[in-house]
């Protein structure tokens, strides 16, 4: 069973940048579909981005393409969301996800069976 720990959030102006790690234990990451939500008070969790096993396919949801990349190294068992030209509206406790349908790029939570404890983000303006 893999299990996930995210890390690099903080507070950053609006128009700043941060990267978002999380690293995974276990064996089986390689073949595991990841994806970032977030989740600001008093809202649903939402997807950010998603990435198929290999890196070779993502998905952003529009609130965040042309900004935000996410990527993986599966040597390290890592993935990353790079976020760039943060807005206050990217607020939020932003989560890390597998699936073990390692080349689908599912947007809806249901769709993952292992999840991070979260990380704060917090843009100010």
């Known amino acids: 069973q893999v299990q996930l720990v995210e890390s690099g959030g903080g507070l950053v102006q609006a128009g700043g940048s941060l990267r978002l790690s999380c690293v995974a234990s276990?064996?089986?990451?390689?073949?595991?579909?990841m994806g970032w939500f977030r989740q600001a008070p008093g809202k649903d969790r939402e997807i950010v981005a998603s990435?198929?096993?290999?890196?070779?396919?993502?998905y952003y949801s529009d609130s965040v393409k042309g900004r935000f990349t996410i990527s993986r190294n599966n040597a390290k068992n890592t993935v990353y969301l790079q976020m760039n030209s943060l807005k206050p509206e990217d607020t939020a406790v932003y989560y890390c996800?597998?699936?073990?349908?390692?080349?689908?790029?599912?947007?809806?939570?249901?769709?993952?069976?292992?999840w991070g404890q979260g990380t704060q983000v917090t843009v100010s303006s």
């Open positions: 990435i198929n096993w290999s890196g070779a396919s993502t």
């Open positions: 276990g064996r089986t990451f390689g073949s595991y579909a």
């Open positions: 996800a597998g699936s073990s349908y390692g080349n689908m790029l599912f947007t809806r939570t249901s769709n993952y069976n292992v």
